[in-house]
């Protein structure tokens, strides 16, 4: 049984700070709120991906006539008849389009799985039968999908950070150094795979393209959507109401398209759905990591050298990097300090943003080297963390909005029980299970995006906001009414909060831990007019009174600092060495991540991180068969996942840490539980064994195999 424990000190002075229920909850569990895959429509058509069963070659024929012969088939599209797509563009985001979402329009396969047709059907059901008859005939080529450290064709990748930073001469430093640590860090590819299945309905209105999806931001979508197709933005409309789990899987896929391309070509709604199995290739993934760590230090622990180069691969098609060394930019300096993140391209599905993308893999890496320097230096893991606290960005030069990561560390010391650790390895036991503990320390980047809302003073005392926010499951709509309420000093209960529409304007999307708190801007601002225009004695009309909001102003002028949640991550694990079982007995984690808005919703987020920390850890591994191409066991049963019974009593807990930068005090939540999580296991596990286990997951056939520090 899971349980989370917090007793968070946010000072609570209305509704925000105050436990709040989700104000969609009863609609969510008695089925009233539909998902993107149940809404209705009349003459709803259904369509079926067919994907490519070679992993690189070219359609040599679609052999289309017997499909179109099945009962029910209405069209296939494929290369050779589907509408034509401009992908040369930039997108909301700043990138190109991924050419896996312009689908059907060459007969390239880059990668198994790739899409080449779409059977349309007047149920599901035939939609699929005939899909999984259309036979395909392929000119196959041969493929690569073999990822490895040091590969040749190896190259360097600017993101949303620059690829390479480097200060100070490294092996200078490394020379200099009384104590180094020189280690290589592996991490699997890893999948979303969120509830709710991606799914689209796409259908023509009144001349406008109308897609009932379920997404991170209907503007997004809609956006791409418009480029793609070459339409007028403002003849698209995309709607998300409610969205059962994304994780950086739902932005715009091929689903979507082909949805659009078949409701344009038969004139009718057309519903496409992605199946489980296909999830795997089509909707993104984390790209596996290679990463090396060099560390040098004084013999007191002091960092004179750092380093942290990572490899991940991507497609041949799109350019996509897991940036795992840009969280070392931010947690530690040192006189050198290099920093590079690298990509390969082989013949494999593009992957994507996963939730806390980079820092997930990237603190596992950094944070056990920094547990096997404390090793080396005869230092507690803690205190060696506190002898490197920087003052200031450790590469930018810049000062902290706030940075309590020795709060955490210090509550959660106390917490936990730390101080009784006796640190060296191996020692504890209970009965037949080696026990151990460790910790790592977690951080993720705290941004906020212009957004605009719209709130309304209506005639019958209520007030309703408009915002183009998106609820992916994290209690968005629910902190929102609580932000809203607080600034209209008004009761909850006289806030409606509509969400999940692209006609509702610009805002950003959720993803980046930035959602709630770019919202919450907007928000606070249209209430904040609103009340000032809301003099004594006014009479209002019968539409009401409405104010709107741009941040855009506001947030570019924000003052240029390094703006960060922080936490702390505490395991403890017994581990079976008979059978090689690792088992986690109890995780704290600690975090300073802003004012928190909704406790009972923060909670969630904290604990769910770490419960994918716990999985990242133990079980978490998608295998491909270098032979063909692509996935051994391509679903949940074959992709390993933590279930109850692998998650233990979990607590999450947060310090005071408002961001004075900000009208509510908010930073981000939604990330940050995940990162450092799988380092702190990790590090239990070398506590109970004395074993080091730098490759993820740890399985029991690593455990039994394993020498001293493997």
Known sequence: MTTAATTGRTTAKGAVGTAHTRVEGRDKVTGAARYAGEIPFAELAHGWLALSTVARGRIRAVETDPVLAMPGVITVLHHGNA??????????????????????????????????ALVVAETSEQAREAAEALVVRYEEEPHDVTFRSEHPDAYPVDAHMPAVVEKGDLEAQLTASAVVVDVEYTTPEEHHNPMEPHAATARWEGGRLEVVDSNQGTLWVAAELASLFSLDPASVRVRSEHVGGGFGSKGVRAHQVAAVMAATVLQRPVRVVMTRRQMFSLAGYRSPTAQRVRLGADADGRLRALEHRSLSLT???????????????TMYDADAHHTSNQVVRLDVPTPTWMRAPGEAPGSFALEAALDELAEKCGIDPIELRARNEPERGPISGLPFSGRNLLACFREGADRFGWADRDPRPGLRREGRWLLGTGTAAASFPAGAAPSTAAVTAEADGTFTVRINATDIGTGARTALTLIAADALEVPTDRVRVHIGDSDLGMAFIAGGSMGTRSWAWAVTAAAGELRERLVPGITLPPEGITARSDTTAAIGALAQKERHSFGAQFAEVAVEPATGEVRVRRMLGVFAAGRIVNPLTARNQFVGGMTWG?????????????ATGGHYGADLAGYHVATHADVPHIEADWIDDPDPDDPVGIKGIGEIGIVGAAAAIANAVWHATGVRHRSLPIRPDRVLGAGPHA
Do not use: C, K, N
């Open 614 to 626: 716990i999985s990242m850890a133990l079980h978490e591994e998608a295998v491909r068969d270098r």
């Open 83 to 116: 509408p034509r797509v401009d992908a040369d563009y930039i997108g909301l985001l700043g990138t190109p389009p991924d050419p896996t979402t312009a689908v059907f329009q060459r007969d390239q396969v880059p990668y198994l799985g790739w899409p080449v």
């Open 315 to 329: 497609s041949t098609v799109h350019e996509f990097i897991e940036p795992s060394a840009g969280v070392a930019r």
